[in-house]
């Protein structure tokens, strides 16, 4: 019996189901479930209008995704069904993304979408369809421990996903498997061209799946017009330096593209929305050592109001991990103080938390300070 999945049972027994994007990273998930003898159910999430993204290079469940997945699925001969999430992935995710960016927020789509429409929607469809697993192509790994399940990063530490996955909840985390944790991206294509799957290839996704050329301001100025009103830029003394065209324009730690003229380099280190002002001012004011989150979702030992934690947490998906301490407050509030002061904290992302390289738990920075 080859139960690489973990399931306890005869694959031969076991029902999955696949969260096939049309990449390569999920579609060798599927064939590897599939040579294993599981009983496999491919599923494809139709998310946006294909409109416009239909031939979109290195976008992801795209008009060509969504037909590579399905030759997949075809050439293996297990079942794919393409379920329409158009409306619930602009309620859950673009609004939301919109939204941020209009408050002055740089948010991050990708967890989003990981907390709502695929382990939310899409793990009660798998359910629905009586699976006893959903498996997808993440770069991450689990372990059982004397707990339960654990989140932690891949062992390809260039293809780590696990920042994205922060909002994972235990009760879907016993429910999710993710086979291409323990392997570099090399040998999952290795597999692919071993399998002779069409898309072995296929190049990555890449930027926002929904974001056409990656000019994000213009999406959200279509569906947020007011997020282009125009407002001052100040440096940190109040004083106006210039003008701008929109907020959106902005994001905490910016450098290029201010508009503006100085005899020093000048950096973002504020957004007022309701102000609708930019301020700016010397690197040394992005230093911060204090970060303040709220939406906690935790996934450690049992959680302890009060108590303070030793890790390291990731401010960023691709910076290094940082040593900091964790002060779980209530209300799924927490504070961060990071051993030494780090530049560029932007309200709106994720701060995550590690420890030995298993994910703690993690919330979104609502305010940094000295």
């Known amino acids: 019996m080859n139960d690489f999945l973990n399931l306890g049972q005869d694959p031969k027994n076991?029902?999955?189901v696949v969260a096939m994007s049309g990449g390569v990273d999920s579609s060798v998930a599927a064939a590897l479930c599939k040579e294993a003898g599981y009983d496999v159910i491919g599923v494809t999430m139709q998310l946006y209008d294909q409109g416009d993204m239909a031939k979109k290079k290195g976008a992801c469940c795209?008009?060509?995704?969504i037909y590579d997945a399905?030759?997949?699925a075809e050439q293996l001969d297990f079942p794919h069904y393409v379920l329409d999430y158009e409306s619930l992935f602009k309620q859950s995710v673009i609004d939301d993304?919109?939204?941020s960016y209009v408050n002055g927020y740089t948010p991050i789509p990708c967890v989003r979408c990981n907390q709502t429409v695929k382990f939310r929607d899409l793990l009660k469809t798998a359910k629905d369809l009586e699976a006893d697993a959903m498996v997808t192509g993440h770069y991450v790994k689990r372990r059982v421990g004397s707990d339960g399940a654990e989140l932690h990063a891949a062992e390809d530490e260039s293809r780590d996903q696990s920042y994205f996955l922060f909002t994972t909840t235990q009760n879907q985390l016993d429910f999710l498997r993710f086979p291409l944790g323990d392997i570099p991206k090399t040998e999952t294509r290795a597999h692919a061209r071993r399998l002779g799957l069409s898309i072995a290839d296929k190049p990555d996704s890449q930027d926002i799946c929904f974001v056409p050329n990656g000019k994000y301001a213009d999406v959200v100025a279509k569906l947020r017009p007011g997020a282009l009103d125009p407002g001052h830029i100040v440096d940190h003394q109040g004083n106006v330096l210039g003008r701008h065209q929109g907020i959106i324009h902005f994001t905490i730690g910016q450098r290029r593209g201010l508009g503006i003229s100085a005899?020093?380099?000048?950096?973002v280190v504020n957004i007022n929305a309701?102000?609708?002002e930019v301020t700016v001012g010397p690197k040394t004011m992005l230093a911060k050592a204090e970060i303040e989150l709220e939406n906690i979702n935790w996934l450690g030992p049992t959680e302890?109001?009060?108590k303070i934690y030793d890790c390291d947490v990731k401010i960023r998906s691709t910076h290094q991990p940082l040593p900091a301490q964790i002060s779980l407050q209530g209300e799924n509030k927490a504070k961060v103080k990071l051993a030494m002061p780090e530049y560029g904290i932007a309200p709106g992302q994720a701060c995550v938390f590690y420890l030995h390289g298993r994910v703690l738990g993690g919330g979104w920075i609502v305010r940094v300070k000295d």
């Not at 795209?62 to 995704?65: E, I, K, S, V």
């Open 62 to 65: 795209a008009g060509q995704d």
């Open 263 to 267: 005899n020093e380099p000048l950096y």
């Open 70 to 72: 399905r030759r997949v």
């Open 14 to 16: 076991s029902r999955v």
């Open 274 to 276: 309701d102000k609708k």
């Open 97 to 99: 993304f919109a939204d």
């Open 304 to 306: 302890k109001p009060g």
